[in-house]
């Protein structure tokens, strides 16, 4: 189906030929439904002035909220829910605003709810690319209604720049660590919520990344929460060896199109000018621009997506800033608290044989760790993995024992 729909869009009469293909199974009423469905699905929304953050910015603590306004719409069952904007720091120890949802379920609770921290992965890198702005902010979030049922608040950060304006800081950890937390802390200051202080992070993809930046900050940047745990699904662990994986793939012309228009936004020295084949820049620009919660915003550029190979005017693995870059943001710390990675072995973007490496890395040296492997799963597993993992959170929770599997 997909490459079918690519072959039509490359046809110069894409426009006439996805009329035609719709009202040979339906109505020109029906035709006039498809397409502005499909311009919908196409077109990443626009966040609105709730995203805009104030200037300067009031007065607060890390974590604590600008404003926040609820969500009627679209909940999940016994769910009630809430869109904020709460203070961060930047790369540069400067505060920012970062957007986000608290999710939770209906009523107070005498008793402390705990929370659940979910970093989500790759959605792109501009403010469109948000995921709380649109009409479903839970999408990128795995099995939401079995958190809420058991007695989760669910605190899901956008990260800086995802609906707020500015460059996301794709892949890099220390931001997305800030922003993780101090969702958190923004959790715990709405009162119908009734979060306690304890909590676990979860992540899949860029936010398994996330999620063990987020366990190795923890306790030096909010040392009053209790992080109980930290789990993984298809973590972008070790961000130099995907790279190298991913340099003939046009899929790893995306996410690692993101990486470095991110990092050369961020970092003093990154300069995509001096990486980017400048007859190659216009395609480059092109194919970092859609967001991946819109989709049907790649179909356009499928012609024209270029491998990393193609693009590329040098080395990347051997030129700097961004080999250090590369090992500056993989999250290499020590974690004190237990870990779960899970990842399914037809990943085509990360390979298995990352995270297995990573936690035999981690058994040597102590840490509480549990792999799972998931037979024929692909790279977005989260549901494929949710189950269990949310069932491992739960045994946090309870104080149960982390039974490792470290080889011997």
């Not at 892949?171 to 919520?193: F, T, Y």
């Not at 194919?287 to 270029?306: D, N, Q, V, Y």
């Amino acid at each position: 189906m997909y490459a079918r729909i690519a072959r039509i869009w490359q046809s110069p009469n894409r426009w006439i030929l996805l009329l035609a293909a719709t009202i040979t199974v339906g109505t020109i009423g029906a035709a006039v439904t498809f397409l502005v469905k499909y311009h919908r699905a196409a077109t990443a929304q626009i966040p609105s002035t709730f995203y805009t953050p104030p200037q300067p910015l009031p007065p607060g603590q890390t974590g604590s909220i600008i404003r926040k306004e609820a969500l009627p719409s679209n909940l999940p069952e016994g769910a009630q829910a809430w869109r904020v904007m709460y203070r961060s720091t930047g790369l540069e120890g400067n505060p920012i605003a970062v957007t986000g949802t608290i999710v939770a379920p209906n009523g107070t609770s005498v008793k402390p709810r705990n929370i659940i921290a979910w970093a989500h992965g790759t959605t792109g890198i501009r403010p469109e690319c948000g995921v709380s702005h649109t009409s479903d902010p839970y999408q990128q979030t795995p099995v939401i209604e079995r958190m809420l049922a058991q007695g989760f608040v669910i605190a899901i950060t956008n990260y800086p720049g995802l609906g707020t304006p500015g460059v996301h800081p794709y892949m890099v950890g220390q931001a997305a660590a800030h922003s993780v937390l101090d969702s958190v802390r923004a959790s715990r200051q709405i009162v119908e919520v009734s979060a306690g202080n304890k909590f676990v992070v979860w992540g899949a993809s860029q936010g398994g990344n996330s999620a063990l930046w987020t366990a190795q900050l923890a306790e030096a940047y909010a040392s009053e929460l209790k992080l109980l745990g930290v789990a993984a699904s298809a973590p972008a662990i070790n961000l130099r060896k995907i790279a190298e994986f991913n340099l003939d793939k046009k899929a790893g012309g995306i996410f690692l199109g993101y990486v470095f228009a991110a990092w050369a936004a961020v970092y003093p020295g990154a300069d995509l000018n001096a990486i980017i084949k400048p007859d190659e820049r216009a395609n480059f620009d092109r194919m970092i621009k859609p967001c991946f919660t819109s989709p049907a915003g790649f179909l356009p550029i499928i012609k024209t997506l270029r491998t990393p190979t193609q693009y590329l005017s040098v080395d990347i693995l051997k030129t700097e800033p961004w080999n250090i870059l590369f090992e500056k943001n993989s999250p290499n710390g020590r974690i004190e608290v237990p870990i779960v990675i899970a990842h399914g072995t037809a990943d085509s973007l990360i390979p298995v044989e990352l995270s297995e490496a990573e936690a035999a890395r981690r058994c040597k040296t102590a840490e509480d760790v549990q792999f799972a492997r998931y037979p024929g799963s692909t790279h977005d597993a989260r549901e494929d993995t949710a189950v269990y993992i949310l069932g491992w959170v739960v045994d946090r929770f309870a104080g149960r024992p982390t039974p490792s599997n470290c080889p011997n």
